[in-house]
């Protein structure tokens, strides 16, 4: 039984240097209070959940394939309007929120822009009262803001590529 166990809990990420840490958790709370700034001086509803989620990608990870703009904002853009078909056709059906975010998934996977904080889209959409335009303008806006802050943080030192570069043309 213990060896089944230690499957569960060995921790598969490096081990990194705690000033790359500290800078990941200030480069997020920049983000976070950036969209939240942006929120006050536009009055439009920008702090959403699936924001924090991207901040953990954008700013600790921003390596990975799914921490990368065309991800972050093509991810974000698909679920919205995966969303707002689903809450526009179904309004008020709990179960068109689960159906969309599976469509979701799938149409992010089929066109390589996954990011996973954008399946939480629908239930955003589905559980508060963003729908249509205003889902459109949240996801885009607060998606291209924290893309702009990491691409302008990771150029502070330690530097880290992001975002990752295009192989060359042949």
């Given amino acids: 039984m213990r060896h089944h166990i230690r499957h569960f809990i060995h921790r598969h990420e490096q081990k990194g240097e705690a000033h790359h840490h500290l800078k990941s958790g200030i480069g997020a709370m920049v983000g976070m209070l950036s969209v939240g700034a942006l929120t006050i001086a536009t009055g439009i509803p920008l702090l959403i959940a699936p924001f924090g989620a991207s901040a953990v990608l954008l700013f600790g990870q921003p390596q990975s394939p799914l921490a990368q703009p065309a991800n972050v904002i093509g991810g974000y853009l698909l679920a919205a309007l995966i969303a707002g ?3 526009f056709f179904f309004p008020g059906i709990w179960w068109a929120g689960a159906v ?6 799938a149409g992010m996977l089929l066109l390589r822009i996954t990011h996973p904080p954008a399946g939480a889209v629908p239930l955003v ?3 508060s009262h963003l729908g249509g335009l205003t889902l459109f303008t949240v996801v885009f806006l607060g998606g291209v803001l924290l893309v702009a802050i990491a691409v302008v ?3 502070i ?3 880290l590529q992001y975002p990752l570069r295009a192989p060359e043309a042949p």
Avoid at 100 to 105: E, F, P
């Fill in 85 to 87: 078909l689903a809450a």
């Fill in 100 to 105: 969309a975010v599976g469509l979701a998934i």
């Fill in 125 to 127: 959409a589905f559980g």
């Fill in 153 to 155: 943080h990771h150029l």
């Fill in 157 to 159: 030192p330690p530097r």
